[in-house]
């Protein structure tokens, strides 16, 4: 069973969590003033800066600017009643790099809990890529934001970037 946590705190890029965010930090304060991206389920900011690629109605890539592997993902899939513990269990599952991906506590965003991975994301091919993931329910859906980041991110850098997006998260289902 799923322990609730009422924090905004995420893992840095290697998995070690943060702790709870400073009042003056609070991410959606901030939140990211890029593209609006949009899947049935969920909208969120996309960085400044970043090209938006919608793959299918149910999965957008965002890609950094200037970096070869940094990207994004959000995607929605039909929730089955799966509690948050079972979704971020499929999903390291299933995911090509989830059984490198370590769950961290669950974190709050838009008014409601996500759980939370976080790890290595090269699946053994050295590329030095990290992964944060955050997923939840909305409405019938199960939505997905994924982070992948090169490994020279620094943790502040990286933290900032979730933070931004995931506070402009709004759930529409």
């Keep these: 069973m799923d322990t609730a946590q ?3 705190s995420s893992a840095g890029p290697t998995g070690a969590s943060s702790g709870p965010p400073s009042a003056d930090s609070d ?3 901030d939140p990211a003033t890029g593209e ?11 960085p400044e800066g970043t090209t938006v690629e919608p793959i299918s109605d149910d ?3 965002v890609g950094f600017s200037g970096a070869t592997t940094d990207a994004m993902q959000i995607a929605s899939i039909p929730s089955y009643g799966s509690t948050l513990r079972e979704q971020a269990d499929i999903f390291r599952e299933t995911a090509p790099y989830g059984p ?3 769950s ?5 965003y838009a008014g409601t809990r996500w759980w939370h991975l976080a790890g290595s994301a090269d699946g053994g091919t050295g590329l030095g890529t990290t ?4 997923g939840t329910t909305s409405g019938e859906l199960q939505v997905y934001v994924v982070f992948e980041l090169d490994r020279s991110v620094s943790d502040a850098e ?3 970037r979730v933070e931004s997006v995931m506070g402009s998260a709004e759930l529409t289902g």
């Excluded at 609006?36 to 996309?46: F, K, Q, Y």
């Excluded at 992964?131 to 955050?134: D, H, K, N, S």
């Design 131 to 134: 992964a944060e993931v955050f």
């Design 27 to 29: 991410p959606t304060d």
């Design 59 to 61: 999965l957008v890539q």
């Design 6 to 8: 009422s924090s905004t």
């Design 100 to 102: 490198d991906l370590e």
């Design 36 to 46: 609006r991206v949009e899947i049935p389920g969920l909208s969120v900011n996309a």
């Design 158 to 160: 990286a933290q900032e």
């Design 104 to 108: 961290q506590q669950p974190v709050e």
